[in-house]
């Protein structure tokens, strides 16, 4: 490993978060908040520790693989760590493990809470709570690629591991320049939706708020009852419709941006997510018709936000979904394990790997009925190779192993079933409510310690999509490179 490097790189990152924490200092001091003490101390120990680190000497700026997912890696779990102090300096959480399960959940954008009750607390630390959402939905690694290019072709392997999905590649050649592009189209976006949401009655701060959870589907909110406490069709609207466009891989906006429509049309996994979200959204609105919840119109309205906040991983509500019937309820389940496209800023397992483990599927099937016969897997009219498939099928298999031994190990903090399956499923695919003690109304924050830490590395794997992390137990990954 290239370990000054990679020390040179979270150097960078941690200077880049110490940035991104003057906006809620800003607000602290506008609103006259003590706060403002509790930043300016976490500010002075990232740059305590990031400036020396960016300051060493790297012979070799050559990154591998093994360095990008490193770097990928520890800066999730710095970012996350330096992150929490906030919290802990301010009083607002004074322990560091449930400070630590706040600020991990902003930063996956997860957006379970350990907080019962956020109304009362400081706007600059609800701000903050809700910037790492926006910080991590795109990702602080990639605004490190766009304006700080310093390693090369080894820049690849930082895009490939801080992007989920099987398919990561460049939009323009040089790296730098689609890590400007990805991030122009993430910023524009979110500006939009913030006007639509003040136009729709919504005070800027917390449209701020609101959109920053939207753009990360994170789900943050400075409301107890979410979104819901507005009582508002268009801002229903206005929210479910932008975590529908924040799911969609932003390759797709970017051929939007140049109308390249036919590449849109044609994008198989587009029409899976969207076959997906109107389907799910109209069984779900007759079941909550049929079983006399609401009327036609509220139930389509409902449905929509609630499926469009599930699928996408983001984890706004409209309603407590956990009191909806059971169909609705396995339905939304079923939508946290699948989540939204490769590229976007959701969690779960992604649609293209859903879409090629059902195609896998079906070869094996038409193969067991004629043996003698070659077929092959295809996405978008294109062939997809062994490796692509074996690695699907890898990640598959690798997340449902987690999963299981997650659930076990909460399991033993005697909560019900209900509980203990759906706070996994919540944490490893970054959403943030599930069912029952933690569904929409509800928090994390009655877990045991060893709960929250099991459930903190749930969060940072299932954003990392498994690998980074798990590489970190290799003893080769650690094995020197010369510089």
Not at 111 to 125: K, M, N, Q, T
Not at 224 to 242: E, R
Not at 296 to 318: M, N, R
Request: net charge positive; glycine share 10%.
């Amino acid at each position: 490993m290239n370990r000054k490097a990679v020390l040179r790189a979270l150097g960078i990152v941690l200077v880049c978060e110490a940035g991104f924490m003057l906006p809620s200092l800003f607000v602290a001091f506008h609103y006259r908040e003590g706060e403002s003490a509790a930043f300016l101390t976490t500010l002075f120990l990232l740059l305590s520790v990031g400036l020396p680190l960016t300051r060493i000497r790297v012979r070799i700026r050559e990154l591998y693989a093994r360095d990008g997912f490193a770097i990928v890696a520890f800066g999730w779990l710095s970012m996350a760590f330096f992150g929490a102090l906030p919290f802990v300096f301010s009083g607002t959480i004074p322990g560091l493990v449930d400070a630590l399960f706040e600020s991990m959940s902003g930063f996956t954008t997860t957006g379970a809470s350990i907080l019962p009750v956020v109304e009362g607390l400081p706007r600059s630390i609800l701000f903050w709570r809700s910037f790492t959402h926006w910080i991590g939905g795109m990702g602080v690694l990639m605004l490190t690629l766009a304006i700080l290019p310093l390693f090369g072709a080894g820049s690849l392997h930082i895009l490939r591991a801080e992007s989920p999905g099987p398919s990561t590649g460049k939009l323009v050649p040089k790296i730098g320049q689609t890590a400007k592009i990805l991030y122009g189209l993430y910023v524009g976006l979110t500006l939009a939706e913030i006007i639509a949401l003040k136009i729709a009655g919504m005070s800027w701060f917390d449209a701020l708020i609101h959109a920053f959870g939207t753009a990360g589907t994170g789900g943050f909110s400075n409301r107890n009852a979410s979104v819901g406490a507005y009582g508002s069709l268009a801002i229903n609207l206005i929210i479910g419709v932008f975590m529908f466009l924040f799911g969609m891989n932003f390759t797709l906006h970017y051929q939007i941006t140049r109308r390249n429509w036919r590449f849109v049309l044609k994008d198989e996994e587009l029409r899976f997510y969207v076959a997906m979200v109107a389907g799910a959204t109209l069984f779900i609105a007759a079941d909550l018709w049929v079983n006399s919840l609401f009327s036609p119109g509220p139930a389509l309205e409902h449905a929509f936000f609630q499926v469009s906040s599930i699928t996408t991983t983001t984890g706004f509500a409209t309603a407590d979904f956990h009191g909806w019937p059971v169909f609705s309820k396995v339905t939304l389940l079923v939508l946290m394990i699948v989540g939204p496209c490769a590229g976007s800023t959701g969690g779960g397992m992604k649609s293209i790997r859903v879409l090629m483990a059902l195609k896998i599927i079906r070869r094996e099937l038409v193969k067991m009925k004629h043996p003698q016969s070659v077929h092959t897997v295809r996405i978008g009219g294109r062939n997809v190779d062994d490796e692509t498939l074996g690695g699907v099928t890898a990640f598959i298999l690798f997340y449902l192993v987690l999963m299981v031994l997650a659930i076990f190990l909460v399991a033993m903090d005697s909560h019900d079933l209900e509980t203990a399956f759906s706070s996994v499923v919540a944490c490893l695919s970054n959403i943030g409510p599930g069912l029952s003690v933690v569904g929409p109304m509800g928090n994390y924050s009655g877990f045991h310690p060893l709960s929250k830490v099991v459930l903190s590395l749930c969060m940072v794997i299932g954003r990392l999509e498994i690998f980074p992390i798990l590489l970190l137990a290799m003893p080769s990954f650690w094995r020197r490179v010369s510089i």
